[in-house]
């Protein structure tokens, strides 16, 4: 990036980012697109996309035919580094009502559907009080519904991060009540009644700070058809892949790579990926 792009206001260089988006996945991009998305004049979305010629000439030409600027033969991202994760990620959010179909960047949506997930009951007020206390270095005082108690219980406890496991949030934080650190499940936080200053300290959680490596490599038992077809799938190479994750959030990464348990006891087809360096790991397990 030239040093003009760098001082680029930061709205005027999301336009820019936007013009590169619609270039690359739709082939395509003109005025009313920028005025669409983001309220701009006739004149502003004009400056822009001759703006955006300026730093990369060869980028977009116009199509006197259809009225409309289309990408060049020799496109070369600027300023959008091209990504499939952010344009699924897109997909999935429109899918899952996350996102509203005006926010999304993607002018001719394909038909697109996700696999139903249960509706998990993360209350916005407990969210805005666990980052709250997040960003203090806060303690607080949680009614937390747990699986090994039939009744709720009153608990403090100081949350450090958030995570995802791939089907729910939980809050990383200091458990008073068991003198260590644990995962909280946010909706099983009930209430939320007070806060209080701590000392403890997110450096001292060793398992969110420490990570594993999972090598994965396609079950023995496939042809050799079927192994190149998942190490396409995984990204391998040279037979294999090294899969990085926060020690703290192993147990849940083996859970849903299906590594958790024995492979021998699934058909090669439903367990698909076996772990190379499983005694290790399991190490890291205890």
Not at 44 to 58: E, H, K, V
Request: charged residues 25%; aromatic residues 10%; glycine residues 4%.
């Amino acid at each position: 990036m030239t040093n003009a792009e760098s001082e680029l206001r930061w709205g005027v260089e999301q336009r820019l980012e936007f013009i590169e988006f619609r270039l690359f996945w739709e082939g395509h991009v003109n005025r009313s697109d920028l005025m669409d998305q983001f309220g701009v004049s006739v004149n502003q979305a004009s400056t822009d996309l001759n703006r955006y010629i300026g730093f990369a000439p060869n980028n977009m030409v116009y199509d006197k035919s259809a009225r409309t600027y289309v990408r060049g033969s020799n496109f070369k991202a600027r300023f959008l580094e091209p990504n499939a994760s952010r344009y699924l990620a897109q997909l999935r959010s429109l899918a899952d009502g996350v996102l509203d179909r005006e926010e999304s960047w993607i002018a001719n949506l394909p038909s697109y559907a996700s696999a139903p997930m249960p509706v998990r009951g993360v209350n916005p007020l407990t969210l805005r009080s666990v980052v709250g206390a997040i960003r203090r270095s806060e303690a607080i005082e949680v009614r937390y519904q747990s699986l090994s108690h039939p009744e709720p219980s009153w608990r403090w406890i100081a949350p450090h991060a958030i995570a995802f496991d791939g089907f729910r949030w939980h809050t990383r934080a200091f458990c008073f009540a068991d003198n260590c650190f644990k995962d909280f499940l946010l909706s099983r936080m009930l209430k939320i009644r007070g806060s209080r200053d701590t000392d403890t300290s997110a450096i001292d959680d060793n398992d969110w700070h420490s990570e594993v490596t999972l090598e994965i490599a396609p079950h023995p038992d496939l042809s050799d058809t079927q192994a190149k077809v998942i190490a396409l799938d995984y990204g391998m190479r040279g037979g294999k892949a090294k899969i990085k994750v926060r020690r703290a959030l192993l147990y849940y990464a083996l859970k849903r790579l299906g590594l958790d348990t024995d492979p021998s006891v699934r058909k090669p087809h439903d367990q698909q990926i076996v772990l190379l360096n499983l005694a290790e790991v399991m190490r890291d397990v205890s």
